[in-house]
Nanobody
Framework: QVQLVESGGGSVQAGGSLRLSCAAS????????MAWYRQAPGKQRELVAR???????MYADSVKGRFTISRDNAKNTVYLQMNSLKPEDTAVYYC???????????????WGQGTRLTVSS
């Protein structure tokens, strides 16, 4: 019913920048929350940043001041601008959305397929 498609991952040197995008499509009434998570090799998935439909944001301490989450509600798209990248930011980044499905008006969790970021020193 709902799909999340990410783009923008890749390889970058430390200190560089990259922007991730995630577009939601399908039977969508509204998306109260969108977020980015990441999972580094051998580690658990962790929340990177979250944004509400009204634009309220929160960030993991490890990315504060370097990453910026934003969204375009008209396009059902969330972005993650990543600056001053560090090798420890290397991970697979997953888009997440809490979506109220239009056909049922029931909310549910949805995940993207993941996009890999590699930061070299």
């Amino acid at each position: 019913q709902v799909q999340l498609v990410e783009s923008g991952g890749g390889s970058v040197q430390a200190g560089g920048s990259l922007r991730l995008s995630c577009a939601a499509s399908g039977s969508i009434a509204n998306i109260p929350t969108m977020a980015w998570y990441r999972q580094a090799p051998g580690k658990q998935r962790e929340l990177v940043a979250r944004i509400s439909s009204r634009g309220s944001t929160m960030y993991a301490d490890s990315v504060k001041g370097r990453f910026t989450i934003s969204r375009d509600n008209a396009k059902n798209t969330v972005y993650l601008q990543m600056n001053s990248l560090k090798p420890e930011d290397t991970a697979v980044y997953y888009c997440y959305a809490w979506v109220v499905v239009a056909t049922t008006l029931v909310g549910d969790n949805y995940w993207g397929q993941g996009t890999r970021l590699t930061v070299s020193s």
